[in-house]
Each structure stands twice: as C-alpha cells, then as structure tokens.
C-alpha cells in the first residue's frame, strides 16, 4: 500500500520549491507571533542545512515517508528536535503541495518561455540568411504556387508567438498564492497570507479555500498551451523529415542531429525531428490523462489529484529536452539551391496569375479558373510546358493567352506580384521580418 500510494519517486523534484515556501510560511507565523522568534529561527536554520542537503544531492530521501513534504518535515525533526513539528502550524499538505506546484510551474514557465523565444530568434535569423530563395508552396502537399523560403518559415515564427501568448496566459493564472487554504476551509491562526505571497513573489491570492486546493485548471492549461506547441513542432519537423529525403531534397541536416543505419551504410536519418513528432503524442496523452482524473472528482482534495505530477513533469522535461536542440539542429541546416530551383522551375505553379491576367482582361474568376484549367489539361496531355506552347495554341483558349505572357510565368516575377501585407513578395517578407524582429524585442 505504501509503495503503491507513495510520490516521493517523483515529488521529490519539489523539494527546493517546498523549502522556499517553508521558509516564508514559518517567517510569517514568527511575525504573527504563532511561533515563538527563536522557535522559528531555528526551523529556518534547520531548513536552510536541508536546502544545502538537496543542492549537493546529500539528503536522505525515504519512501516510508510518502512524500516531499513528510521528508523534509522528519529530516527537520531529526536535526532541531520536536520544534520542527511546529513547521507546520496553520497549514495542510493539500495546500503546502499546491504552492509547491505553482512555484515550480512559475519557475519553469520562464524558461520554457526562454527557450521558445530562442528558438524564434533562430528562425528569424534563417529567414533573413536565406532572403531571395525561391521554393514551391504546397497545400494538399501538390506543388501549388511559389513563395519565398523566408515567408515559409516565417510561418512557424508566428505560430510560436500565439504560443508564447497562450504561456503567458498560463503564467498568469499561475501567479496565485493557494497557501493558508489549509486542507479545505482556511485556518483559526491569525495568519497573513499577502505576506507570505509577497514574499514568494506571488501577485495574487486564491480567494476561495476550497477552490485553492482542488484547481488544477492551471496544469491542465500548461499542458494544453504544451500540446499545441508539440503539435506545431511536431509540423515543423514533418517538414524538414520531408525535404532532407531524397525525394525532396531541398535541405541537408547536419550530422549532429541525424543517425546511420545498423544495416544501411548510406541512411542518414532524421531522428530528432522523428522523435520530436513522436514525443507528440506522449504530451497529447498527459494533457488527457490529467483531464480524465479531474472530470468527475467532487470538490475538494482528493488521492486521485496526485496522478497530475508525472505528466507535468515528463512535458516539462520533454520541452526542456527539444527546444534547445531543434534551434541547434535548425541552424546547422543547409539549402539545396539547384533542387529548389528546380522544383521552382514549373510554370504550372504560375496558373493562378494567368487566371487573374484573364480577369483583368473582363473574365470573371469562375470562368478564368475554367481556362486555365482546360489550358493545364491540354499541356499535361501533350507533356508540354505552358512556355512551350505558341501563341496560336494558347489563343484557342482564350485571345488574350495569344498576347506576350511570359512574365506571367516567371516565378521570380509572380512572387514578387505579391506584394499585399503578409505576402510572399520580397518587400513584403522584409517588412514582415521587420515586424517579427520587433515583436521578439
């Protein structure tokens, strides 16, 4: 039973985080006069030695004391005598456990915030590195019209900065000091709860006892913000898997960051962009594992809300891991510039400006649409280019076809056509880089 009910195994990385509120709570109850000056100074001497214990992996953990909190409570007694109960005067561990996860959320929250903003900066600095390369846009992954490899990338910078808003948000509904809750109706002792937030940097307080120690919208919320980030991950990385192939061919990732074959002496493979599609899952999995536990559970604390740790700190480690390294592994990567012009090097990609040259000729787009796409036809069936055809043959679909169009089918041209706010056209990628700069600022 112990074993099975035990989360020392994994609750243990709260141990700093637990002293830090320990400290500010046994300060407040001396200044409140609950516990005697000397009485807390010596708790807070004793915690101050645990502290140096966990920083230098010294500390005794024992599973017979199920989790942190008890730990560190026995270990306090063990070193100051039967003071150290006193530690925990005016509070419970349903509370002490919830300050202890918002703290280490608060922290962890910034760093990750640290790495994605990185992770943008890498992207930006691609995307000005390969300014003027041109490569197929793709829906449906068919070759649909051409764009900049800058405006393609720029792309995923601004999904990561829906994201960092979506973890500010997180952070925001972090930042609530639940201490003094208790197990679920607040305390008799005649605490002070803003002292102890202001003293741990919190800039609210939970209003509601019994709301304090049953929410976990906060973890639930980080793991949604972590799944939509993976998700986007996840995408990029598709991404790049695809044209490091042979069949793309567009980029080559550095060695670094891809693997040979135990039996093929001539794979490179991309396992960091694929496990980092297949990490996906596992933090898609956390987020419903944690909702699942919460559905049905009656107010307020319950044994079940302990299953919300392991799944927030496998995403936490598994953010940690990949966001350094996909930054590293996107700058070392390489442009295959005679594949991508070559795959840039179909007209047919051009087939929505010949569209809109007849409706500037008094088509309607529904009818210019019906053109082109006869003209496609008949050049897919004579295994021609639309450059390819005369002017006669061109005319028997519509007469101005017959007129000069070859700028029409010069990708270089058509970018650059395309000129409106959020564009692909070079001036445009170039405002938007300006932008993108100065929202990362």
Not at 130 to 151: C, D, E, K, N, V
Not at 310 to 323: A, V
Request: glycine content about 6%.
């Amino acid at each position: 039973m112990l074993h099975f009910t035990a989360s020392l195994p994994f609750d243990r990385r709260l141990a700093l985080v637990d002293l830090r509120g320990s400290i500010a709570h046994v300060k407040m109850l001396a200044d409140r006069s609950i516990l005697a000056h000397e009485e807390a100074e010596t708790i807070r001497g004793g915690l101050e030695e645990i502290r140096e214990e966990v920083e230098k992996d010294l500390f005794p953990y024992d599973l017979d004391f199920e989790d942190i909190h008890m730990n560190i409570e026995k270990r306090l007694t063990e070193k100051i005598g039967p003071v150290g109960g006193k530690l925990h005067t005016g509070r419970s561990r349903n509370d002490q456990v919830a300050l202890d996860t918002h703290l280490y959320m608060k922290d962890e929250i910034m760093v990750i915030d640290n790495l994605l903003r990185r992770l943008q900066e890498t992207i930006l600095n691609l995307a000005e590195r390969f300014q003027g390369i041109l490569m197929p846009g793709y829906t449906h992954l068919q070759r649909a019209q051409p764009i900049l490899l800058s405006h393609h990338l720029l792309a995923y910078f601004w999904m990561l900065q829906r994201d960092r808003e979506r973890l500010e948000g997180v952070l925001k509904r972090t930042d609530l000091m639940p201490l003094g809750a208790g197990a679920i109706a607040g305390t008799g002792f005649d605490i002070d709860r803003l002292q102890v937030a202001d003293q741990l940097g919190f800039s609210s307080l939970y209003e509601n006892s019994v709301d304090a120690v049953s929410d976990r919208d906060y973890i639930i919320e980080f793991l949604s913000f972590s799944a939509i980030l993976m998700m986007h991950l996840s995408r990029l990385c598709e991404e790049l898997i695809n044209w490091s192939s042979a069949e793309f061919g567009f980029i080559e990732l550095d060695d670094a960051y891809t693997t040979g074959s135990s039996m093929m002496p001539q794979k490179k493979n991309p396992d960091l962009a694929e496990l980092a599609r297949g990490k996906t899952g596992r933090v898609y999995g956390s987020l419903f594992a944690i909702l699942t536990v919460m559905k049905g559970l009656p107010l307020a604390y319950n044994k079940d809300m302990q299953e919300d740790k392991e799944g927030l700190f496998d995403t936490m480690d598994t953010l940690k891991g990949l966001l350094p390294l996909l930054a590293e592994m996107l700058d070392t990567i390489t442009v295959n510039h005679s594949c991508l012009n070559e795959a840039v090097d179909d007209d047919y990609l051009c087939a929505t400006d010949l569209a809109d040259f007849l409706v500037k000729n008094g088509l309607s787009f529904r009818e210019a649409h019906h053109v082109v796409g006869g003209l496609i036809a008949y050049c897919r069936k004579e295994e021609k280019r639309l450059r390819e055809l005369d002017p006669d043959t061109r005319g028997r679909f519509h007469s101005a076809l017959a007129g000069e169009i070859s700028p029409l089918l010069d990708p270089v041209k058509v970018v650059e056509a395309r000129r409106s706010r959020g564009g692909t056209a070079p001036s445009a990628v170039k405002s938007q880089l300006e932008l993108a700069w100065k929202v990362l600022k």
